[in-house]
């Protein structure tokens, strides 16, 4: 039986081209730290890497957003993502967690239709 749920990446990869087509400024931090390397994972941390930061910052509305990707089903929050979410959320930073592509874009639209 094979998994027919779309992977977090893939998610991501279809909510960023939505994204762009909609002409919306975002960025994602590269924050993998994925390294066989410890000279690799030496070097990240003493540039500020840190774990848990979300996946996709937006500009809406003049506002920074913050949006944690996730699988449809099964992703869930890891404790330093939802510490980062929780800081950000008091720094007056909105965040969304989006299970999925859809999730994400029903977010976004929601708040252009405030606009």
């Not at 749920?5 to 994925?34: A, C, R």
């Not at 449809?72 to 929780?86: N, P, V």
């Not at 999730?103 to 606009?115: D, P, W």
Request: positive net charge; proline residues 3%.
């Amino acid at each position: 039986m094979t998994n027919t749920i779309p992977s977090e990446e893939i998610e991501q990869i279809n909510f960023v081209q939505y994204l762009s087509l909609k002409g919306i400024d975002f960025w994602h931090t590269p924050n993998s730290t994925f390294s066989k390397h410890w000279s690799v994972k030496t070097r990240n941390k003493r540039l500020g890497v840190q774990a848990g930061i979300p996946d996709l910052f937006l500009i809406l509305e003049g506002k920074l957003h913050g949006i944690e990707m996730k699988r449809t089903k099964g992703g869930i929050l890891s404790a330093s993502q939802k510490e980062w979410l929780d800081k950000l959320e008091k720094a007056n930073i909105p965040t969304y967690v989006a299970k999925g592509c859809d999730e994400a874009v029903s977010y976004v639209e929601n708040i252009l239709k405030k606009i």
